[in-house]
């Protein structure tokens, strides 16, 4: 399988995807910070499922990073990610380097309000500005027809929803089903840092959710289930947990039990902090 051609500066991506469009193609983009997984993949086959020609930004955004995290470890793997493009049989990898995004005296940052307010936020109270900014540009840089993005991030998810409709992006903005390892476990780049012991306590993390989902879903009280919880993730080993919280599933507003809710939990395992949601359906 041939990988896709690669152009890093937005000049040549425009002229590419000029061709396209000359050529009455429909397009999509994948935003990605690269270190590519099944994940990943999966957002480029729906992609493909939707559009002629599919796009795989791949930045690792420093403005979506707070001083304190992994922007230097954060792990990059180009060649690799590029054989796996291959295999999904992406077209065209975009992979700017920084200052080919925020150019010197780049001034301009896009704050979202609504589904950003708490859970991340509360914790990573410059994430969402980084992820708007960063989003609309790619967004403007390549102009496709529909982008997709993962519900693993289900907050980023709403926010991009949000972003798009509030500045008239005319891009069709798709959620993906999250993927999970065999067990249960939200693949993600950051699951590359935790060792054997810490795996198995991740595994946890979903199947703490899935029970506190079903409880949800069957009526239990909304405060009793979320501390349970939170109990049960710290008895099985997590060493910190931000938050574990229900959310109405479209706004993000608060759950109220006649409406279709998610769950949504971070948590730390040492210096490592993992993220999942689920749906509970409405009661
Ligand atoms: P990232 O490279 O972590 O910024 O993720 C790029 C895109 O892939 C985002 O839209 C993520 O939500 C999505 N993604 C990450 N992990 C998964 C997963 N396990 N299943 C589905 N989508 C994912």
Known sequence: MSRPDVVDSVVALRARIRDWRRDGLR????PTMGALHDGHLSLVKI???RADRCVVSIFVNPTQFAPSEDLDKYPRQLERD????AEAQADLAFTPDVSEMYAAGFATKISVGGPSAGLETAFRPT???GVATVVAKLLLQAAPDLAIFGEKDYQQLCVVRQLCRDLDMPVEIIGAPTIRDAHGLAMSSRNAYLDEAELEIA?????ILR???AALAAGANQQQTIAE???ALTAAGFHKVDYVEARESLTLAPWRQDRVGRILAAAWLGKTRL???LEVPAV
Request: hydrophobic share 65%.
């Open 203 to 207: 595994r946890q993390l979903n199947l």
């Open 82 to 85: 590029l054989d796996m493009l």
């Open 275 to 277: 993220i999942d949601n």
């Open 27 to 30: 397009i999509a983009m994948v």
């Open 211 to 213: 029970e506190a989902a």
């Open 47 to 49: 992609a493909l499922e």
């Open 127 to 129: 994430f969402f500005d």
């Open 229 to 231: 919880a939170i109990r």
